[in-house]
DNA sequence: GTATGATGTATCGGCTTGATATATTGCATG
DNA sequence: CATGCAATATATCAAGCCGATACATCATAC
């Protein structure tokens, strides 16, 4: 059978809204997916071979000046990939939370710690938010389009989670100064 | 330098609790510590030799009746080893959420995909939230124990994250019906 | 003019997953 | 009481992925 693979499908679906350069791939899943994927180099170029070799996507050589640049497209037989990916129910969602782990293991330096992890990641989560909300105002004027509504639809996942975040650190740290006394 | 591996740490912090055997562990992982990290077969067994190897946990034989079994135990140099860990900041939080993916793509296949997939993760969802609660209030009549203490804050992050996944999904749900008419 | 950062392609080591192999024990069901 | 299925238990392997790194050019600022 064909491939499993993840990470083929995030760059189909990348590709399948535009063209794109491996390296411009990478900006995107910092940037617009990183609240809920990622991506390194080292799976993206050779994803981006094999895919080709497969004929799910077609290479240009749009270098200038001498500066190489590859770009990418979609191809139908990768859009035809794409869809049948899509319609699949989704085989996994997991939460990788280093914060939980130091916290769950905590009784091994005391509520101290726990609670310096907790704060920490209360100031991330302001920050993300503050992110978050900004994508949410920009999208809000342009949801005539149908990418930017299920784009729209991730960024609101993302908010709110956040916010349940905070309210849990909030409760968190009310907790362990109850404890405290 | 020593290790920075995630796994290390994670199966010193478990027998910190207590010895166990690496399948002890993988069904700790698979139930306990499920919400917020994984953990395979293929990487206990070798980390924990290699543990072993660093005089950060011991083996024992604990096998009866010709039935294989191998206890392991965390040393003080291992106590050490972690409590230097949890010292240090986290790195890195990620989700990794398929579900996302998929909406985040769904303009391929159009809106009545994306409801089948936020319906099915409500479904996941709400079987999760039953789970954590029974695991809270089972925790709240031994809070004396400082170990269920950091136990019941990581199973109170999880109630309210899938509290306000359900959230969304409702919200998610209301926004697709109004944009399809 | 020259250092810094952004653009751009690519690979490598090491870690992790998911599947699989192997073997024994305990329990249930006809 | 036999037979089969689930649970207990250790262990490895291919394939996938991350983080770091190497390399080269261009743009900008000082």
Known sequence: ????????????????HEPMTGYEIKKRLDTTLRFFWGGS??????????LEKEGKV????????????LSYSITDCG??????????????????????LKLFF???????????????FEAKCKDELVVLNLFAENLSHHLEDD????????????????ESYLEW?????EQ?????K
Not at 58 to 69: L, V
Not at 79 to 100: F, G, H, M, Q
């Open 1 to 16: 059978m064909a491939n499993t693979k993840k990470m083929d499908y995030v760059l189909l679906g990348l590709l399948s």
């Open 41 to 50: 180099y080292g799976s993206i170029y050779p994803t981006l071979n094999q």
């Open 58 to 69: 077609t290479k240009e050589d749009t270098s200038s000046n001498g500066r190489e640049k």
């Open 79 to 100: 859009r035809v990939s794409l869809k049948e990916w899509l319609a699949k129910p989704v085989e996994k969602d997991e939460l990788r939370y280093e914060t939980l």
């Open 106 to 120: 905590g009784n091994e330096t005391g509520m101290e710690g726990a609670m310096e992890h907790i704060e920490r």
């Open 147 to 162: 990418t930017h509504k299920h784009y729209y639809l991730t960024v609101r996942f993302g908010i709110k989670t956040y």
């Open 169 to 173: 650190c909030r409760e968190a740290k």
């Open 176 to 180: 362990i100064k109850e404890w405290q």
